[in-house]
C-alpha cells in the first residue's frame, strides 16, 4: 500500500513538474508579445500594443496593478503601472495614507514625521513620451516592467521595491504615440522616411502639450496631475524626453542657471546629487556622453518635469539623444558638435567623458534610459527615509514661510470685470493643488476693507510657494557678462504671472490676519440668473469670456444678437458698449436660461433702449489656416474656439486655390507663423536647403495663387483676414497694408522680450476692444509692434491696443522697451471692402491669456456687424 501511495505521489509530482514551465511562460517577455526585441531597427509599438502588454503583466503577476489615469483628447485611456513588491502591492492603500500625511506637515509634529518615515514607502513617478517622436521611452517602459516584475532585472533595483513604489506612465501623450508609430510605418523606406508629419502629434498642443503644466487646458495634463497632486503625492517625478542627436548623449540635472527662486533649496541640492549618481552609474556601466549643467533651466513652471518642484517633489528631466525615431544614424565624427553650455567639444567639468561619434540606434536610447531609470529606483530605495523626511521638511518650510515672510495672503474678489474667468482661474490653482478659502463677510486688515465675496489664498499652506509663484511678479535675470552682449534667452519664457495673464485683478497682503472663511472643495463660480419683468430686450454687461459663447448659441438658433456701440445705463446699472442685446421672445429663453445656469451670466430684462446704438452681429464662418507645416499656434487656437462655441473650418493650402473665398467664409485666421512657412510651407535662409521632403499631397504653402486670392477676398468681397503674431509680417507685406512692422529688423541685442507680460492700453470703444479694460496686460513673445499711416480713400486704420509711453514690464524680461512707447499692438486695417486686423501681441498664446481672449473674439463677432448705413435702412423700412 505504501509503494502505491509513493507512487502515486511520484506521478503527481512529475506531472506538477511538467506543468511548471508552461506555468512561468504565461507572462510573455516584451519580445515574445511583440515579436521583436524592444529597442530593434525600425520595429516599433503603437499605444494600444504597449497598453495591452501592460494589461497582460497585470493579468500575470502580483507586482504591477494598471490603474487607468484618465482619457485623451481622441479617447484613449491613459494609464499608469504601480509596480512594487507582492507585499506593497498588497498594501497600496496604507502606503498612500503615509505618503498623504506627510504631504501636510499641519498635521504632524516632527516625531510623527519621523515615525512615518521610518514605516513608509517612497513613490517615484517616472512620465514617457510627452513628445511623441521622442518615442524610445514608450518602447523602453515595456522592457522595465517585465523585469522588474519577473525579478529577472538588477538586483539592487529588485531590491529597492521593497521600499519604492514605482509609478511608470508609458506614454502622457497616448495619442500622438500612435500617430508617430503609423506615420514612421507608412512611409519607411520611402524618400519621404524621416519626413515630418503635416499635424501635430497633440491634436491641439503638438510639442506644447509640455506647456501646459500650470493652465490644465488639455485631459492629458489633468490626468497626470491628478495623480501627481491629489493620488500619489510622489516624493521623486522623472520626465524622459529626447534631444537633437549630434551632441551629448544623455543630459541628466542639475540645470544650468537661472534657477526659480522660489523653489526650496533641497530640491536643487537633491537633483545635484540624483543626476551625479545617475552619471556616475552609466560611466560604471561604459555609457559615455553625460551631461548636465547645459541647455536646460529651471526658471519656468509650465512643463512637465519642472512643475513638481513647487510641489515639494524632486523633479528630474532627462534628454537623450535622438535616433531618426526607430532608424539608426551615423554620426561622424566630424559631425558631432559641442552643445549648448560648452564653447567646444571636449571634456569639461559637467562634460568629462563626451561620446565621439559613430552609429546610434533605437536600441542604444533604450539602454541608457533602463539605466538610468533603474538608477533612479535604487537610489530612491538607498535613501527612502531620508527622502521621505525631507518631503515632509520641505512642506513644513512652506508653511512656515508663509506664517512669517511676505506676503500672507492674496485676497481675489469675485465680482469682477469677468466673474467667470476669475472662478475659472480658481479651478485651475485648486487643480494644481493649492487650498482656496472664501468669505462671506468683508474683510479688513489694517485699513483697508475687501469685498464680501472674496477668495483668500493663504501662504502658509504646504503648496504655498506654488501659489507664490503663480501671483508673484517673475523677474528673469540678466545673465550676460556685459551689456554689449547678446541676451541669454530663457529655454521659454520668462514670466508667467497667472492673474496678468487671465485678466484678474487681487491684492496682495502683507500683514498677518485672521477672517471667518471656508475652505473650497470646488471654484464656487457665482450663480447666474435672468431676472424677471418687464423689458424690450434682454441685456448681458460686456467683460465676461462666456459672452461669445453666449452670441454663437444664439446665433446658432437663428436669434438676434446684437451689441450697443454706446454706455447705457438703468435702474443704476451701467452697460458699456459691447454688451449683449437680445429681443425678448420665446426662441431666447430656452438658451439664456441654459446659460445663465451654465456660463454664469446675469441677464436683465431691460425696457428703455436706445435702440439706435444697437447694431446686429450676424454669424459669421470662420475659417483657420492649418498648414502642412503644423504650428501648435493653430491648435491652441483652434481649441481655444471650439472651447468657446466657435464653429471653426480648418482650411488647408488647396482651400486657397477657391478664386471665392467669401463664398466658404467671412473670416480667415492665421496663426503665429512665418510668411515663409504660409506661402511655401518652407523657412528661408541657411538651414532650408536641409529640410526633407514630405510626400507630395503635403508639400508647398498657400502659394502666389492664393495670396491673390485672399486679396481678392479682403478687397473685393469685403471679408475679414486675422493674423497673429508673426503671420501679421505676411500680412502686411502681401497683402500691400498701409503699416510698417518696426521691429522686424531690430537684432535682439537691441530688442529682446522672450515671453513676457507687459502693460497695454485698450481703446474699449472700438467693438475689437468691447468688455476689456482700458488698462490691462498682454502677452509678447514676438519681434511685433506697428507705425501706422494716415488714411484715404478706400484705406483706413484703427489702433485697438497701444502700447504705454514708460514702464512697460509687468512680469519676464524685457530689453529696448522704448522701442515700443506708444507703438500701436493691434490694429485694425480696412483695405477697400475688407479688414485685415493684426494682432502683434499673443492674444491666445497657448490657452493661457485669457484676459486676452476677448480681443480675438470680437475681431470675429465684429465681422458680423451690419454696417451703420444698412441698419438705418432696415429700420427705415420697419418704420414704414
Known amino acids: 500500500m505504501k509503494s502505491v501511495r509513493r507512487n502515486i505521489l511520484l506521478v503527481v509530482c ?53 490603474e487607468p489615469a484618465g482619457k485623451t483628447v481622441q ?88 521600499d519604492v513604489v514605482f509609478l511608470l506612465m508609458p506614454s502622457i501623450n497616448p495619442d500622438g504615440t500612435t500617430m508617430v508609430v503609423n506615420w514612421y510605418n507608412k512611409y519607411l523606406n ?121 510641489h515639494n517633489q524632486i523633479s528630474l528631466l532627462s534628454e537623450m539623444a535622438s535616433c531618426n525615431v526607430a532608424s539608426p544614424v551615423y554620426i561622424d565624427p566630424s559631425e558631432v558638435k559641442a552643445t549648448s553650455g560648452i564653447t567646444t567639444y571636449d571634456k569639461r567639468s559637467n562634460y568629462p567623458s563626451p561620446w565621439r561619434g559613430g552609429w546610434w540606434r533605437l536600441r542604444d536610447i533604450v539602454d541608457y534610459e533602463l539605466a538610468l531609470t533603474n538608477t533612479l529606483l535604487e537610489t530612491a530605495g538607498r535613501y527612502r527615509e531620508e527622502l521621505l523626511y525631507n518631503y515632509y521638511l520641505m512642506g513644513k518650510a512652506a ?48 485699513a483697508m476693507t475687501y469685498p464680501a465675496g472674496s477668495y483668500l489664498i493663504y501662504l502658509a499652506q504646504p503648496n504655498g510657494r506654488y501659489a507664490k509663484d503663480l501671483f508673484d511678479e517673475q523677474h528673469y535675470p540678466d545673465l550676460r557678462q556685459t551689456r554689449k552682449d547678446s541676451p541669454i534667452r530663457p529655454y521659454d519664457v520668462a514670466g508667467w504671472t497667472l492673474p496678468y495673464l487671465m485678466g484678474v485683478q487681487f491684492f496682495t497682503v502683507d500683514d498677518q490676519f485672521t477672517a471667518e472663511t471656508r475652505l473650497l472643495t470646488d471654484a464656487n463660480r457665482p450663480a447666474g440668473s435672468v431676472a424677471t419683468g418687464p423689458g424690450k430686450y434682454f441685456a448681458i454687461k460686456a467683460g465676461p469670456n462666456a459672452n461669445s459663447t453666449l452670441i454663437n448659441r444664439l446665433q446658432r438658433e437663428h436669434v438676434q444678437v446684437f451689441w450697443n456701440t454706446k454706455p447705457l445705463t438703468q435702474d443704476a446699472k451701467t452697460y458699456p458698449p459691447g454688451s449683449v442685446f437680445v429681443p425678448v421672445e420665446d426662441a431666447a429663453q430656452k438658451i439664456l436660461s441654459m446659460a445663465a445656469n451654465d456660463l454664469g451670466l446675469t441677464i436683465d430684462p431691460l425696457s428703455d ?98 495670396v491673390e486670392n485672399l486679396k481678392k477676398f479682403v478687397e ?72 501706422t499711416s494716415v488714411p484715404f480713400g478706400e484705406f483706413d486704420r484703427s489702433v485697438v491696443v497701444r502700447y504705454p509711453a514708460s514702464d512697460l514690464l509687468k512680469s519676464g524680461f524685457l530689453i529696448g522697451e522704448d522701442y515700443l512707447f506708444q507703438r500701436p499692438a493691434i490694429v485694425d486695417v480696412k483695405q477697400k471692402k475688407g479688414h485685415v486686423v493684426l494682432m502683434g501681441i499673443n492674444v491666445q498664446d497657448r490657452h493661457w491669456t485669457f484676459g486676452t481672449f476677448k480681443l480675438l473674439f470680437n475681431a470675429i463677432q465684429a465681422a458680423g456687424m451690419l454696417p451703420l448705413e444698412q441698419v438705418r435702412n432696415i429700420r427705415q423700412q420697419i418704420l414704414n
Open 399 to 446: 508653511v512656515e514661510k508663509g506664517k512669517t515672510e511676505k506676503p500672507f495672503a492674496y485676497v481675489i474678489p469675485r465680482d469682477q470685470n469677468d466673474p467667470g474667468t476669475t472662478a475659472k482661474m480658481i479651478e485651475i490653482l485648486q487643480m494644481g493643488g493649492v487650498e482656496v478659502q472664501f468669505s462671506d463677510k468683508p474683510v479688513t486688515v489694517g
Open 190 to 310: 520611402t524618400e519621404y522616411d524621416g519626413s515630418s508629419m503635416p499635424y501635430l502629434y497633440h491634436v491641439y498642443a503638438g510639442h506644447d502639450d509640455n506647456r501646459d503644466w500650470f493652465m490644465f487646458n488639455l485631459p492629458e495634463t489633468r490626468g497626470v496631475v491628478d495623480v501627481a497632486y491629489h493620488k500619489w503625492f510622489p516624493q521623486i517625478w522623472l520626465d524622459e524626453h529626447q534631444m537633437g542627436s549630434n551632441g551629448a548623449r544623455l543630459f541628466v540635472v542639475p540645470y544650468q542657471d537661472p534657477i526659480n527662486p522660489n523653489v526650496n533649496t533641497m530640491i536643487w541640492r537633491w537633483q545635484k546629487a540624483i543626476g551625479a549618481l545617475t552619471s556616475l552609474s552609466l560611466e560604471k556601466q561604459g555609457l559615455t556622453g553625460v551631461i548636465d549643467q547645459a541647455m536646460f533651466d529651471g526658471w519656468w513652471e509650465g512643463s512637465a518635469s519642472d512643475c513638481g518642484m513647487w
Open 14 to 66: 512529475a506531472a506538477l513538474l511538467t506543468l511548471w514551465p508552461a506555468a512561468s511562460q504565461v507572462l510573455q517577455s516584451p519580445e515574445q508579445f511583440l515579436g521583436f526585441r524592444v529597442g530593434a531597427d525600425y520595429k516599433l509599438a503603437d499605444y494600444e500594443t504597449i497598453q495591452k502588454y501592460f494589461k497582460h503583466l497585470a493579468a500575470n503577476s502580483g507586482r504591477l496593478l494598471y
Open 716 to 787: 473685393q468681397d469685403g471679408g475679414c483676414v486675422i493674423a497673429l503674431g508673426e503671420a501679421c509680417n505676411f500680412a502686411i507685406e502681401d497683402l500691400g497694408l498701409r503699416v510698417t512692422n518696426t521691429l522686424k529688423s531690430v537684432k535682439s541685442d537691441d530688442f529682446f522680450c522672450p515671453g513676457s507680460i507687459l502693460r497695454i492700453s485698450v481703446d474699449n470703444t472700438n467693438p475689437i476692444g468691447y468688455g476689456m479694460e482700458a488698462e490691462a496686460s498682454g502677452y509678447l513673445s514676438s519681434n511685433i509692434a506697428f507705425s
Open 609 to 706: 433702449v436706445d435702440v439706435s446704438s444697437l447694431r446686429e452681429l450676424k454669424k459669421v464662418r470662420v475659417g483657420l489656416y492649418k498648414s502642412y507645416s503644423a504650428t501648435a499656434d493653430e491648435g491652441w487656437t483652434r481649441l481655444l474656439l471650439e472651447n468657446y462655441g466657435f464653429d471653426v473650418i480648418s482650411m488647408v493650402n488647396k482651400d486657397f486655390k477657391n478664386k471665392k473665398l467669401k463664398d466658404a467664409v467671412d473670416v480667415i485666421i492665421f496663426p503665429e507663423q512665418s510668411a515663409d512657412v504660409i506661402k511655401t510651407g518652407k523657412g528661408t535662409g541657411e538651414y532650408a536647403r536641409f529640410s526633407r521632403p514630405k510626400p507630395p499631397e503635403f508639400e508647398g504653402g498657400i502659394e502666389k495663387e492664393g
Open 75 to 162: 479617447g484613449r485611456e491613459m494609464f499608469s503601472a504601480v509596480i512594487s513588491s507582492e507585499e506593497n502591492i498588497r498594501n497600496l492603500e496604507k502606503i498612500r495614507e503615509t505618503v498623504r500625511k506627510l504631504s501636510d506637515p499641519r498635521t504632524l509634529t516632527d516625531e510623527d514625521a519621523r515615525r512615518l518615515t521610518k514605516e513608509g514607502k517612497i513613490i517615484v513617478l517616472v512620465t514617457c513620451n510627452i513628445h511623441s517622436t521622442e518615442i524610445a521611452s514608450s518602447q523602453m517602459s515595456m522592457e522595465l516592467a517585465y523585469d522588474l516584475v519577473t525579478r529577472q532585472g538588477r538586483a539592487e533595483t529588485l531590491d529597492a521595491l521593497r
